[in-house]
């Protein structure tokens, strides 16, 4: 008999309606010979209810006041899903975090899950009962609730799945699994019957947020088997596997790109005529790392006498602070240092950053150049380039974003009728 | 400086504005020299709401997770009085009932609490916080979360204002305190300014309901001094004392009559013909205690050779499954009980209860017969009368209630523009 971790996101409990349809799905799986124990989130839009409430009361609630109330939240789910399988004659006990002891640090809202105590939970399935844990909250050493980030779920679930050294664990949610490309974007994306946790990784940092990105880096370090699949339709969903090992061989009848994504949400600066010495990089950046602007893409290029230009994207959001900051931090470092006589900011916010993964990739060099020359055809002219070993993102006019994604997506035959399963 | 213990109720802490408002009251209390913890209960209408959605999944939800449901609705308010202080500069934590350790019995949904630990609250508050507690809510020994009842709030502040030894327990609600009559239906009614926890008890269970009999019940057997007051108002409210020594000499000042309360959600069922024999009452009645029917004033009148008829009362919503209950056990006894033959059962749903309650009463005989003068002046008829020490009760037909009320109310000089302060 296999145990399996069921984990379903807020759209999967939205209403009372789809908690009924939860429970069923649950009774189905026993019915199929699983043993079952389920992961939630709060039904959707709560969270941000509780959020908007914290914040109207305070502009800089304190984190661990919004961790009690936030926590909330999925206390209600799980308490309705446990009412709702009892009503089904499912033996069933729901749980909070601090109650299986998902013990944390002390980083309120943005927790580190450091140790599950599986005693409770193990008790409650030998009892034949289905265990209804609430996802995203944990409980610090001395007792106070804390919640581990958005999207925390998931990685609850995949956390929870290891502790108990489960089966699978299966994340329900509102796609059939991880698509090649965005449905919305690119018509016709193909269903990945499975997926690398690296590649989902990459996906995950590059716009195409199925899973929650610490889910999959914990899937992987503890080799947990994860299945994405839809909490509506039946389907096989996608199983993100950790092990690539295993599937070395498989990888090479594989496709070389595996998906596609698309970024919109960030923005573009470019330190021009920088000084071409050492610790520059550092010198302009850092005060932006002090400030917790997160920078994802950068790209260095020298060549003119002892000058370099570099870009570097951040998310749209942080645009203006980012830029208020460097033009300042510029004009300091003029006052000091005459390399930086002449060095100037400039930014757009009107870009895109497509992406394309595979861990194909490694044994095909021809993907960036493929890439390339598809844009090309299409006059699209890339801004940025970055690479790594099993992904190539590019940065390009905004207004190209979602035309590039579907001319890669069909030159790397990411769409069509063909059936993975 | 003296500690208070703050209970606001669900009203007064019904939307986002009126936490502030709570916020405020306290900052004031702490600006007058006074330590304040807080007490709360769920946002008005919370409760029911999470109650109907248990009930929509399960017609008899298990109450194991109806408590892990309903304590959400005091942590969402907890959290946010939390936040509202913090952002007026006032340390401020929230502690739900089982971080405190208030340690209840395994009785869902009606937990008694058997223990709390002051640990954290002293420790909080020597820190210069104001502690913000969830009422409603404890854990029983294995950490399950209990609720205490409806209205278990006022029993939370108590018996943490009893545990904390606090000099004062404030219960902030909706009215300006404790009246002699329901302000609904007698005109200008007089505010108390203060009344004894027997007295209270006698208003509490006749139907006027400012402050959870439970409540009641803790203050005077740990002699916690509690005062009732309005949070939307300023005033002095009405204090609930304990201690009837102390006030021997003012009682003798006081009013005979302290309060008329006026009940109208009860029904009478009446045995008439039951054999006078030891064990009737008991033959009768038990089936109703057994299937948890309430049963309140229980009168039995003898004097016919060897029958007796006895009426007694019960909730309204009760009394459809009492007669049911009462005419089977009248037909199973009458199978096996000569005396029973001819006993018969008639129900009367149309009935109030009108009670006057006074400690001044022990000392005043004239009391029961002015009441039945002043209604017989009113051509009302008493059907039923039951009397305590403090308080006489009667059952008149329904339509005469608020009438009956008013009458009483200013025979007993409970009503005019009197100040008590």
Same mark, same amino acid.
């Given at each position: 008999?296999?145990?399996?971790?069921?984990?379903?996101?807020?759209?999967?409990?939205?209403?009372?309606?789809?908690?009924?349809?939860?429970?069923?799905?649950?009774?189905?799986?026993?019915?199929?010979?699983?043993?079952?124990?389920?992961?939630?989130?709060?039904?959707?839009?709560?969270?941000?209810?509780?959020?908007?409430?914290?914040?109207?009361?305070?502009?800089?609630?304190?984190?661990?006041?919004?961790?009690?109330?936030?926590?909330?939240?999925?206390?209600?789910?799980?308490?309705?899903?446990?009412?709702?399988?009892?009503?089904?004659?499912?033996?069933?006990?729901?749980?909070?975090?601090?109650?299986?002891?998902?013990?944390?640090?002390?980083?309120?809202?943005?927790?580190?899950?450091?140790?599950?105590?599986?005693?409770?939970?193990?008790?409650? @399935?030998? &009892?034949?009962? %289905? =265990?209804?844990? *609430?996802?995203?909250?944990?409980?610090?050493?001395?007792?106070?609730?804390?919640? /581990?980030?958005?999207?925390?779920?998931?990685?609850?679930?995949?956390?929870?799945?290891?502790?108990?050294?489960?089966?699978?664990?299966?994340?329900?949610?509102?796609?059939?699994?991880?698509?090649?490309?965005?449905?919305?974007?690119?018509?016709?994306?193909?269903?990945?019957?499975?997926?690398?946790?690296?590649?989902?990784?990459?996906?995950?940092?590059?716009?195409?947020?199925?899973?929650?990105?610490?889910?999959?880096?914990?899937?992987?370090?503890?080799?947990?088997?994860?299945?994405?699949?839809?909490?509506?339709?039946?389907?096989?969903?996608?199983?993100?596997?950790?092990?690539?090992?295993?599937?070395?061989?498989?990888?090479?009848?594989?496709?070389?790109?595996?998906?596609?994504?698309?970024?919109?949400?960030?923005?573009?600066?470019?330190? @021009?005529? &920088?000084?071409? %010495? =050492?610790?520059? *990089?550092?010198?302009?950046?850092?005060?932006?790392?002090?400030?917790?602007?997160? /920078?994802?893409?950068?790209?260095?290029?020298?060549?003119?006498?002892?000058?370099?230009?570099?870009?570097?994207?951040?998310?749209?959001?942080?645009?203006?602070?980012?830029?208020?900051?460097?033009?300042?931090?510029?004009?300091?470092?003029?006052?000091?240092?005459?390399?930086?006589?002449?060095?100037?900011?400039?930014?757009?916010?009107?870009?895109?950053?497509?992406?394309?993964?595979?861990?194909?990739?490694?044994?095909?060099?021809?993907?960036?150049?493929?890439?390339?020359?598809?844009?090309?055809?299409?006059?699209?002219?890339?801004?940025?380039?970055?690479?790594?070993?099993?992904?190539?993102?590019?940065?390009?006019?905004?207004?190209?974003?979602?035309?590039?994604?579907?001319?890669?997506?069909?030159?790397?035959?990411?769409?069509?009728?063909?059936?993975?399963?």
């Amino acid at each position: 008999m296999s145990l399996h971790v069921h984990k379903y996101g807020g759209t999967s409990v939205g209403d009372l309606d789809r908690i009924e349809a939860v429970a069923d799905r649950v009774v189905r799986a026993r019915q199929e010979g699983h043993t079952v124990a389920v992961v939630l989130s709060a039904m959707a839009g709560e969270t941000d209810r509780l959020t908007q409430m914290g914040l109207s009361l305070s502009e800089h609630p304190f984190d661990r006041e919004m961790d009690v109330l936030l926590s909330a939240g999925e206390q209600v789910s799980i308490a309705l899903l446990a009412i709702a399988l009892q009503s089904r004659g499912v033996p069933s006990r729901s749980f909070l975090g601090g109650q299986i002891k998902v013990t944390t640090d002390r980083n309120h809202q943005r927790a580190k899950i450091e140790a599950i105590e599986t005693t409770h939970l193990r008790k409650s @399935i030998e &009892a034949g009962e %289905v =265990p209804v844990i *609430a996802g995203f909250q944990g409980m610090t050493p001395e007792g106070d609730i804390t919640t /581990i980030g958005r999207g925390g779920s998931d990685t609850s679930a995949v956390a929870i799945a290891a502790a108990l050294e489960a089966d699978e664990c299966r994340i329900y949610t509102d796609v059939d699994g991880v698509y090649t490309a965005d449905p919305r974007i690119v018509d016709d994306p193909l269903l990945l019957k499975e997926v690398t946790c690296e590649e989902m990784l990459e996906l995950a940092s590059s716009g195409t947020k199925v899973l929650h990105e610490r889910a999959v880096q914990y899937a992987q370090k503890y080799k947990v088997p994860v299945r994405v699949l839809s909490s509506f339709n039946d389907g096989e969903g996608t199983v993100v596997h950790s092990d690539e090992e295993e599937n070395q061989i498989e990888d090479m009848e594989q496709p070389v790109v595996t998906g596609v994504s698309l970024t919109n949400n960030e923005a573009k600066l470019t330190v @021009i005529d &920088a000084p071409d %010495v =050492p610790g520059v *990089a550092w010198k302009i950046l850092g005060p932006c790392g002090e400030k917790g602007i997160i /920078i994802d893409m950068i790209v260095q290029n020298t060549g003119r006498e002892q000058k370099a230009d570099f870009s570097f994207t951040v998310q749209q959001a942080d645009y203006l602070a980012a830029m208020h900051l460097l033009e300042q931090t510029i004009s300091e470092l003029s006052e000091h240092a005459e390399g930086f006589v002449g060095t100037k900011v400039v930014g757009n916010e009107h870009i895109a950053k497509v992406t394309a993964v595979g861990v194909g990739m490694r044994s095909h060099a021809n993907v960036a150049t493929k890439m390339f020359r598809v844009l090309s055809e299409e006059n699209i002219n890339i801004q940025m380039i970055s690479t790594s070993e099993i992904k190539i993102s590019v940065v390009i006019d905004k207004q190209y974003g979602e035309l590039a994604a579907r001319v890669l997506a069909n030159a790397f035959d990411l769409t069509g009728n063909i059936d993975f399963k």
